[in-house]
C-alpha cells in the first residue's frame, strides 16, 4: 500500500520536476490510501490558486483511491509521532495513516526525510 503526501499530490498535479516519482503510486489507485487531510490541504490550496471547479477536479481524482478518516487510533498515533519526532500536525497525521495500515509514505517534504517507510525526494526547482 502507498500513501502520498500533499506536497506530492500538489507536485504531481503541477507536473514538476519531481512529479514522475509520485506517479505510479498515485495512479495505482488499487493500492493507494489517501488521508482525508491530504484532501484537505490539496482542495484548500488548489482553490486558492486555481478556483473551485479545479480543486472538485482534483479531489475527484484523489477520491479514486480509498479515503482515510481521522478516527481515534490514527489520531492518537499521530500525537505520539508529532510530540517523539516534532511534526507539524498535518504530517504526523499522514505518517501515522501511513504507519498504521503499512504503507509506504511518498513525498518532497523534508520533515520526512531519513524515515523508515518513506521515499523521499528532495524537492526541486522548476526549470
Same mark, same amino acid.
Given at each position: 500500500?502507498?500513501? &502520498? #503526501?500533499? @506536497?506530492?499530490w500538489l507536485? *504531481? /498535479?503541477? #507536473?514538476? !520536476?519531481?512529479?514522475? *516519482? /509520485?506517479? $505510479?503510486?498515485?495512479? #495505482?489507485?488499487? $493500492?493507494? +490510501? &489517501?488521508? @482525508?487531510?491530504?484532501?484537505?490541504?490539496?482542495?484548500?490550496?488548489? +482553490? %486558492?490558486?486555481?478556483?473551485?471547479?479545479?480543486?472538485?477536479?482534483?479531489?475527484?481524482?484523489? $477520491?479514486?483511491? %480509498?479515503?482515510? =478518516?481521522l478516527d !481515534? @487510533?490514527?489520531?492518537?498515533?499521530?500525537?505520539? +509521532?508529532?510530540? %517523539? +519526532?516534532?511534526l507539524p500536525?498535518? =504530517?504526523?497525521? &499522514?505518517?501515522?495513516?501511513?504507519?498504521? $495500515?503499512?504503507?509506504?509514505?511518498?513525498?518532497? =517534504? @523534508? #520533515?520526512?526525510?531519513?524515515?523508515?517507510? &518513506?521515499? *523521499?525526494? !528532495?524537492?526541486?526547482?522548476?526549470?
Amino acid at each position: 500500500m502507498n500513501v &502520498v #503526501d500533499s @506536497s506530492a499530490w500538489l507536485e *504531481y /498535479f503541477a #507536473d514538476g !520536476p519531481n512529479a514522475r *516519482y /509520485f506517479a $505510479h503510486p498515485i495512479e #495505482d489507485t488499487e $493500492h493507494l +490510501l &489517501v488521508p @482525508s487531510i491530504c484532501m484537505l490541504e490539496v482542495f484548500k490550496k488548489i +482553490l %486558492t490558486e486555481k478556483g473551485e471547479t479545479a480543486a472538485l477536479e482534483k479531489a475527484a481524482h484523489m $477520491h479514486q483511491a %480509498t479515503v482515510i =478518516d481521522l478516527d !481515534p @487510533s490514527i489520531a492518537l498515533n499521530a500525537a505520539k +509521532l508529532g510530540f %517523539t +519526532l516534532r511534526l507539524p500536525l498535518a =504530517d504526523s497525521v &499522514v505518517l501515522a495513516t501511513a504507519r498504521v $495500515h503499512k504503507a509506504i509514505l511518498w513525498t518532497q =517534504d @523534508s #520533515d520526512f526525510e531519513g524515515m523508515e517507510g &518513506v521515499k *523521499y525526494f !528532495p524537492k526541486q526547482k522548476k526549470q
